[in-house]
């Protein structure tokens, strides 16, 4: 039968076979769009962390350079040569090399090692500053239409599981019956998917708050209590929001405040309290303290790899020596020829080659490339531990919503961020109407 009631119940029963899942995200179309954009990164729908490969991964095609440098002719006559002479110098050199090479490869998004996720949900469009947002990698989310739909909530689920990040939502909405609502609805739609999805989440109201008004003084609009539409045809609806309007009354004492009423008398102390809700959850020291344990495991490899190789010192000295014999022999054959270069630059080259091979230079050097190669380099670097470290976020003292919270502690968070609840226990009477 089509009535009011078949409908409602038709979106109660579509409303919960998408929380439970019957309905994958994405499956519907959503005709009630919302505004989202993304600071952390570029796409929505592969906000995976950004951080570096291993370091086993990252040392995979790194090659030690053994100091043979070969001749180049006929631009310029530059005899072979070796850089290394002293065993203890070509280790200091390897080590510190393997260590650069391997490290240059390594590196940690700030961001995506955060434990929070940062979003902010507004109800108004244009309101939330996005380079301020883009400080603190947080998304903006602009419902557009006032209340924060089941959409929002499985996107903003779906990102921080993807993250593997806790999630932090900021709510922005007016100080009014239904803005006052608003961060208590989704913190109860993001507690039963965030269960469901095994994702910690924790809600805050950024703006307006009844400590924000009472601080900055902020004036209330009467036009903004206007009479509900049908309220005197005696439409339910209208009706129950006539007196959640009067429940925000004795709760605010003072009519409602627009999102625009803040962010134009007090552009600063908007941005000001937005920002103090987006430091609690950022550590922004932790790319400092990422960059110095990455400083810190690269030096440790150093050290390793030098001990690594100065097991095989006294073979390296010996396969370094003799290919010293060898240049030595090369260079007293090449000196004559290398007078002659003018008169014939590629008949010294034919030759160069040749004295080269007779000298066993290349030979020579395989033996260093031999020894070498027993340090099994890439094993040292493996085993060398970057510990990144905790992200140092305090988080909200008492947010409107913790799913770390037991189910009676979260009850009772719900309660004392209800304005109904404290228009109850308040026993002062009195109409404080402008």
């Not at 004795?250 to 937005?274: C, H, M, N, R, W």
């Not at 014939?344 to 050097?365: F, K, M, P, S, T």
């Not at 919270?405 to 961020?417: G, P």
Request: glycine content about 6%; hydrophobic content about 35%.
């Amino acid at each position: 039968m089509n009535s009011d009631t078949c409908w409602k119940e038709l979106n109660e029963a579509l409303k919960w076979a998408r929380i439970l899942r019957y309905i994958e995200p994405g499956e519907m179309e959503n005709t009630r769009n919302h505004t989202v954009t993304p600071t952390a990164f570029d796409d929505v729908e592969r906000p995976l962390p950004e951080s570096g490969p291993s370091l086993d991964d990252a040392s995979t095609d790194v090659d030690v350079d053994d100091g043979f440098r070969s001749p180049r002719i006929p631009q310029e006559v530059t005899l072979a040569r070796a850089l290394f002479e002293d065993a203890d110098e070509f280790i200091a050199t390897a080590a510190k090399m393997i260590a650069d090479q391997t490290f240059r490869r390594v590196y940690f998004s700030e961001s995506a090692e955060q434990r929070y996720y940062i979003e902010i949900w507004c109800e108004k469009s244009g309101v939330v500053p996005e380079d301020l947002a883009g400080e603190y990698g947080a998304t903006i989310r602009e419902s557009g239409q006032g209340e924060f739909s089941l959409g929002m909530v499985e996107e903003a689920i779906t990102i921080a599981s993807k993250r593997d990040q806790d999630l932090a939502v900021i709510v922005v909405s007016d100080y009014d019956a239904a803005g006052n609502d608003m961060p208590l609805s989704a913190s109860r739609k993001l507690e039963v998917l965030g269960a469901l999805d095994d994702v910690e989440v924790e809600v805050t109201q950024g703006a307006i708050t009844k400590d924000q008004v009472e601080e900055y003084g902020i004036p209330g609009n009467p036009s903004a209590s206007k009479v509900p539409k049908g309220l005197e045809e005696g439409v339910r609806g209208a009706k129950g929001y006539e007196t959640q309007k009067e429940l925000f009354r004795e709760y605010a004492g003072q009519f409602p405040v627009e999102l625009q009423g803040f962010t134009s008398t007090e552009p600063e102390a908007f941005e000001d309290e937005l920002e103090s809700s987006l430091a609690t959850f950022y550590d922004a020291e932790l790319g400092d303290r990422i960059k110095s344990e990455v400083r810190e495991a690269r030096e440790r490899a150093q050290r390793r790899l030098v001990d690594a190789f100065g097991q095989h010192r006294e073979e390296i000295q010996t396969a370094l020596d003799k290919l010293h014999q060898g240049l030595d022999r090369y260079d007293d054959e090449m000196t004559p020829h290398v007078n002659a270069t003018i008169d014939g630059l590629e008949r010294l080259a034919a030759r160069e080659q040749q004295v080269r091979d007779e000298c066993e230079i290349r030979e020579r050097r395989d033996r260093v490339e031999d020894v070498v190669d027993r340090v099994d380099h890439r094993a040292v670097v493996a085993e060398v531990a970057v510990p990144v470290p905790n992200p140092e976020t305090p988080g909200i003292d008492d947010p409107i919503l913790d799913t770390r919270r037991s189910f009676l502690e979260q009850l009772n968070a719900y309660k004392r961020h209800n304005m109904r609840s404290e228009s109850d226990d308040d026993s002062g009477g009195g109409d404080t109407r402008e």
